[in-house]
């Protein structure tokens, strides 16, 4: 399983951005999809998840401003991010959970200037 993950980039404060990210492999509907970050200085934290379902769960910053989406067709999964913060400034990575096995994508950095 491969994950490529895009879209990063610099913003302003308010700005928005759209995370995308592109697994290979079978059964990508059946999987659960999502995003980490890693925040200077801070632990490596879950953002946002996606089940088979499309019902989704958001780290309690996000929520409100951060939508994940799943295009199961195109196995593909986005995290819409908007009213972003200069504490959003990240390396994001999306990962696939397929049972027991955790793959993750390379990261993709967010650069949020105040």
């Known amino acids: 399983v491969q994950l490529q993950a895009s879209g990063g980039g610099t913003v302003q404060s308010g700005g928005s951005l759209r995370l995308s990210c592109v697994a290979s492999?079978?059964?990508?509907?059946?999987?659960?999809m999502g995003w980490y970050r890693q925040r200077p200085e801070k632990q490596h934290e879950k953002v946002a998840s996606i089940y088979h379902d499309s019902s989704a769960n958001y780290e309690n910053s996000v929520k409100g401003r951060f939508t994940i989406s799943r295009d199961n067709a195109k196995n593909t999964v986005y995290l819409q991010m908007n009213s972003l913060k200069p504490e959003d400034t990240a390396v994001y990575y999306c990962?696939?959970?397929?049972?027991?096995?955790?793959?993750w994508g390379q990261g993709t950095q967010v650069t949020v200037s105040s």
């Open positions: 492999g079978r059964d990508f509907a059946a999987s659960e």
């Open positions: 990962y696939r959970l397929q049972g027991p096995v955790r793959s």
